[in-house]
């Protein structure tokens, strides 16, 4: 079997990757869309204005090779007095860019100007491979105080395209599109905090109509994404499937002192047999939302009430030996041990015992171990123990309960997947939210959690079932993915 | 990087780094193989092979030979090898002792065929029987072993201390995939089981032909039960199907039947040649029964485990896994370098609400109030100024306009409010700051300037916040930040 052809061989052959930067006034969402088209929620996004103080680079790269960065740069600050010098420096249109040029490279602008020179100077350094992402705010009304920022843009002489970000209202998407026609070639509109996943790839492709040669690099791109979301998401199956196995098979075990009641320790078990589960259940959403590239969400966990009804009554009272071996595997172990020793007896006599000490061993090793393993737990050996009576609650009994973890697995899964790195709100999961379920679906996960609730000890109907049961919520998750709009 | 056949190391390393494998994040192991992927093929011209032109199983082959699961494989396989080794060797110390045994000769008694024949020829050939059969129904089955849990004691205390690194490589091989695992250990532990057995016969053989070389022995037979003679013959005879002419005859039962009644040393002297002539069908028996059966179902087993292993390896769920990680490429879209810090800015007095315009305009008419509209903002209703005397600055008026204004507010009479109109949804910039410096410069301390952020609405409350903590940060005492709706706005 070969290997698929690499993406970037597309690349490779072509021009240098291209750079993406993003500008605009303060405040209007610059830092939010990156966040957003590089999937990480550590780009500081904050509601004072100028929190952005240097350009910042995000690449997407695939196996180390450079496809493409998108730049973070601070907000335009003094454009009024940057473009006045611009145009006292101007002098024919030809030149506008080398102008730009000489604006970022005298020394005392950096001090004087310190955010425009830290935003115009990745668009004059390897200017021909950069592109320009303005971005504005759709909720609030056009002015006049944008166009010296958009006209410096224009003097810069890289291709541009317009982003409106209609941060929590469109009111006015429709008159920035009229202004903004004027300046850039393509205006979009792209909600950096809510966008589908569908729409973020959508916007990456728009960025190779910014100039021709970008275009192998930016589908490659998202090509990758595309890849990469199928691998989270497989991802995220396998780890639902894993915490829902783990949960059916579950105890919570505690070894009664000599005298002590079983009844007594009940209500302490059950409490650590729930909080062992939301903490798997907890866990397994984080490491869900750790496979999405989220790494500072908050979240704030619903209490499982609905899954607490369903624990019932999984107290019950045991006895416990040291060995860990069964009735079964204590009487083999016996029976062997003993014919073993009768053999080195018959061998002793030549054979002429005909392996009676052999067999008589045998049956006698399988009558000790038969008797001796239900005295085990009362026996001692150097002073330890080697059984006593255990107190457990759990695995679960109650079939109800996968068709709950799988909903609640969904719902979170639903809301990571959805949702955009640039939203800084904590993660509410909310069980009121309907999941549906196919009658397939249903059948098959039921026959599934019944095989592991038939024999919870077994690990290899455990690591089946996984298996199975990663196939089935995969499927269910690429359904929810198919809804939602994030596939 | 040449090819080999799997071994049951490459099994186990595969099931023990993918147990450990479990607790880390897909995208540091998606990392780590793709990166091994890729060393790989920068090396392809040196190395002369080419991973993404080669079939899975080598390219999991050479995984299992580096980094992490190097280190497991070359311990699992010193393991798997040492204990190959013990098997053997006891086994050939048996076969070495049971032939001492069997061929003593000490010239009182002769060496009982029939013993030979037990221990050698029948006993070889009925294990043999029984692990042919075994292998074939593929017998024990996995029920028969204890689960992962009877051993987790032995694994808790093999983790601490000097074998802490053996007892992790334990306790995920017990927690793996065990059913995939037990058709290899299966396959193997038939074939180490043929290899025992061999080993054990060719030992015995061995010592045997060692012992004929070295020492005058006499064979003979004897047995408690009356055994005719021409029973024994035909018994004989069947057994040398192959090679009739080689089988005892009765006349050569007869001539070296060992009887207690009858010294030995008498009827050795009778016929010396017929007691050493037992040397070769003994011989033969061992090799044709003993070992030739033992030496087919080894190789067989050989094969048998190579297959079960190599489908092991192939049916392995991380098998998969880790060519799928390696031959897909790996995205980054996030770069945790650039990770900056996300604590809020100290110091920034927290506004619960603002005063309204209303409180602040409601003035006696004694004092002089100049209203400034900042880039266009619109002004509040109450702004009593006629619209003549509004300066505008910012936006669209040039930076001399501003000059302007300052100069204007200037000349003004020491008791004059300023008053500049902004729009709250926009933030404060620089430039405005700038120029607020440069006014307070110019119209000196103790003149009051008021900022008015200008409300659309309810949402631009939260937003005027910005305005009054960037204005706080001036440290301008005479300066004050208010909002007001745009509702009552009077102006244009």
Same mark, same amino acid.
């Given at each position: 079997m070969s290997v698929p052809p690499d993406p970037t061989q597309a690349r490779s052959h072509g021009p240098s990757p291209p750079r993406f930067v993003v500008v605009g006034h303060?405040? !209007?969402?610059k830092s939010s869309m990156v966040a957003t088209l590089a999937q990480d929620d550590a780009v500081r996004i904050a509601p004072?204005?100028?929190?952005?103080t240097r350009a910042d680079t995000f690449e997407l790269r695939i196996d180390g090779d450079l496809l493409y960065s998108l730049i973070d740069t601070p907000g335009f600050q003094r454009a009024r007095a940057v473009l006045a010098w611009l145009r006292e420096h101007e002098?024919?249109? /030809?030149e506008h860019p080398a102008v730009v040029r000489r604006f970022v490279e005298i020394p005392e602008h950096a001090e004087r100007y310190p955010d425009e020179v830290a935003l115009l100077r990745p668009l004059v350094e390897s200017a021909e491979t950069t592109g320009i992402l303005y971005v504005v705010d759709g909720s609030t009304p056009y002015g006049p105080e944008y166009e010296p920022e958009m006209e410096i843009l224009r003097w810069t002489g890289r291709p541009r395209m317009a982003l409106v970000n209609?941060?929590? @209202?469109? !009111?006015?998407v429709d008159q920035w599109r009229t202004a903004l026609g004027q300046f850039f070639g393509t205006v979009r509109v792209f909600d950096?905090?809510? =966008? +589908?996943w569908v729409q973020r790839i959508e916007l990456l492709e728009a960025f190779g109509q910014l100039d021709v040669a970008w275009q192998p690099a930016v589908k490659a791109g998202a090509q990758a994404l595309r890849t990469d979301r199928r691998l989270r998401e497989s991802e995220a199956s396998t780890l639902i499937a894993a915490s829902l196995v783990h949960a059916l098979r579950l105890t919570e075990d505690r070894k009664l002192r000599p &005298?002590?009641?079983?009844a007594a320790v009940r209500g302490p078990l059950e409490s650590a047999y729930q909080q062992r589960l939301e903490a798997l259940e907890h866990d397994t959403r984080d490491r869900v939302e750790e496979a999405y590239g989220f790494l500072r969400l908050q979240r704030h966990d619903e209490p499982n009430e609905a899954m607490h009804e369903l624990l019932g009554n999984l107290f019950a009272e045991s006895t416990w030996n040291r060995?860990?071996?069964s009735r079964t595997q204590l009487l083999a172990a016996g029976a062997l041990s003993a014919a073993g020793g009768g053999a080195v007896l018959d061998l002793a006599a030549h054979g002429l015992s005909f392996g009676v000490f052999t067999a008589g061993g045998a049956v006698l090793g399988a009558a000790g171990a038969w008797w001796g393993g239900g005295k085990l737990p009362e026996t001692k050996l150097l002073g330890l123990p080697l059984g006593g009576n255990l107190a457990r609650v759990g695995p679960? #009994?109650?079939?109800?309960f996968a068709f709950v973890w799988i909903g609640r697995a969904r719902l979170h899964h639903r809301l990571v997947a959805q #949702?955009?790195?640039?939203?800084q709100d904590a993660l509410t999961v909310d069980a009121e939210i309907p999941i549906p379920w196919s009658s397939e679906s249903r059948k098959r996960t039921a026959r599934l959690v019944s095989a592991v609730m038939k024999k919870p000890e077994s690990e290899e109907v455990a690591l089946t079932t996984t298996k199975d049961l990663t196939a089935t919520i995969a499927d269910l998750l690429r359904e929810d993915a198919q809804a939602d709009g994030t596939t | 990087m040449s090819p080999r056949r799997p071994q049951l190391a490459d099994l186990l390393t595969l099931s023990v780094v993918a147990q450990l494998d479990a607790s880390a994040t897909r995208r540091r192991i998606h990392r780590r193989d793709r990166d091994l992927f890729l060393a790989w093929q920068r090396r392809r011209d040196t190395s002369g092979w080419d991973p993404a032109n080669a079939t899975p199983h080598r390219r999991i082959g050479a995984w299992l030979q580096e980094g992490d699961a190097g280190v497991y494989r070359a311990r699992l396989a010193s393991a798997t090898a040492w204990a190959f080794g013990l098997a053997v060797m006891l086994s050939a110390l048996l076969g070495i002792g049971a032939a001492m045994v069997l061929f *003593?000769?000490?010239?009182?008694?002769?060496?009982?065929v029939l013993w030979v024949v037990l221990v050698f020829v029948a006993l070889p050939l009925a294990t043999a029987v029984v692990s042919a059969v075994g292998m074939l129904i593929g017998w +024990? !089955?996995?029920?028969?072993m204890p689960g992962a849990g009877a051993w987790s004691w032995l694994w808790q205390r093999l @983790? *601490?201390?000097?074998?802490a690194s053996a007892g992790t490589t334990a306790r995920a091989l017990a927690q793996s995939h065990a059913k995939v695992l037990r058709r290899g250990l299966l396959a193997h532990g038939w074939w180490v089981g043929q290899c025992v057995g061999l080993t054990f016969v060719v030992a015995g053989a061995a010592t045997f032909g060692i012992l004929l070389a070295t020492s005058d022995l006499a064979f003979g037979w004897s047995s408690t039960l009356d055994i005719s003679t021409e029973k024994l013959a035909d018994a004989f005879r069947a057994a040398f199907?192959?090679? +009739? =002419?080689?089988a005892p005859d009765a006349a050569m039962l007869d001539a070296t039947v060992a009887e207690r009644a009858t010294p030995f040393a008498d009827r050795y002297t009778e016929d010396p040649a017929a007691f050493k002539a037992w040397w070769r069908p003994v011989l033969v028996l061992v090799l044709a029964y003993g070992v030739a059966p033992r030496l087919l179902l080894t190789g067989i087993a050989g094969l048998r485990r190579s297959r079960a292993v190599s489908r092991a390896l192939a049916s392995h769920p991380a098998f998969h896994e880790i060519d799928a990680r390696m031959t897909t490429p790996f995205v980054e879209s996030?770069? &945790?370098?650039?990770?900056?810090?996300?604590t809020e800015p100290s110091g920034v007095p927290v506004i619960q609400a603002f005063p309204t315009v209303d409180s602040v305009l409601?003035?006696?008419? @004694?004092t002089r109030t100049r209203w400034l509209s900042w880039a266009e903002a619109p002004l509040p209703?109450?702004?009593? /100024?006629?619209?003549?005397d509004v300066l505008a600055v910012g936006g669209e008026a040039t930076l001399e306009s501003d000059r302007q204004a300052i100069e204007t507010l200037a000349g003004e009479r020491g008791d004059t409010t300023t008053r500049i109109a902004v729009k709250a949804w926009e933030p404060p910039l620089a430039e405005f700051t700038d120029w607020l410096k440069a006014l307070r410069e110019r119209i000196g301390d103790g003149r009051p300037v008021e900022v008015v952020a200008m409300l659309r609405?309810? /949402?631009?409350h939260d937003k005027s916040g910005v305005w009054r903590r960037a204005l706080d940060?001036?440290?301008? +005492?005479?300066l004050r930040v208010y909002a007001a709706p745009i509702e009552t706005e009077a102006g244009t």
């Open positions: 303060p405040n !209007k969402g004072e204005p100028g929190t952005t002098t024919d249109a /030809a209609p941060i929590g @209202s469109a !009111k006015h950096a905090v809510d =966008a +589908p &005298g002590e009641q079983a060995l860990g071996l679960m #009994r109650n079939p109800n #949702r955009t790195h640039a939203r | *003593r000769y000490d010239g009182t008694r002769p060496i009982n +024990p !089955k996995a029920t028969w @983790s *601490r201390g000097a074998w199907w192959f090679a +009739p =002419a080689w996030a770069d &945790g370098a650039l990770h900056r810090d996300t409601s003035s006696d008419g @004694s209703r109450e702004a009593t /100024a006629p619209l003549a609405g309810d /949402a631009d940060r001036l440290g301008d +005492p005479w």
